[in-house]
């Protein structure tokens, strides 16, 4: 199992998409791609825009299917946070179908 810490990529305001997309290729896809889970971390991060999370795993949701959420566990989402990755897990989902 790895564990990335957003607050320690993007600060206590996750917005950079640029960087979610740099977290999701260098830590979260690696992973996954040798059967390892992965803990993303929210911790200490207050908020997080919507391209963030989409830039962070929408990609791996489209090209894996919805069964890789089962392998991401969101840690430590405020309401806030935790609301805006249900949205971007939903909608990543429908071109599946």
């Excluded at 690696?30 to 908020?47: H, M, R, Y």
């Amino acid at each position: 199992m790895i564990r990335v810490q957003i607050h320690d990529l993007a600060g206590t305001f996750a917005e950079n998409k640029d960087i979610a997309a740099e977290i999701r290729e260098s830590s979260v896809r690696p992973a996954l791609e040798v059967g390892e889970k992965v803990v993303i971390d929210f911790t200490d991060v207050e908020g997080a825009t919507q391209s963030f999370v989409h830039a962070l795993v929408a990609d791996l949701i489209r090209t894996r299917g919805a069964e890789v959420l089962t392998r991401i566990d969101f840690h430590a989402c405020n309401k806030t946070v935790r609301s805006i990755v249900a949205i971007v897990a939903e909608y990543s989902q429908l071109d599946l179908t």
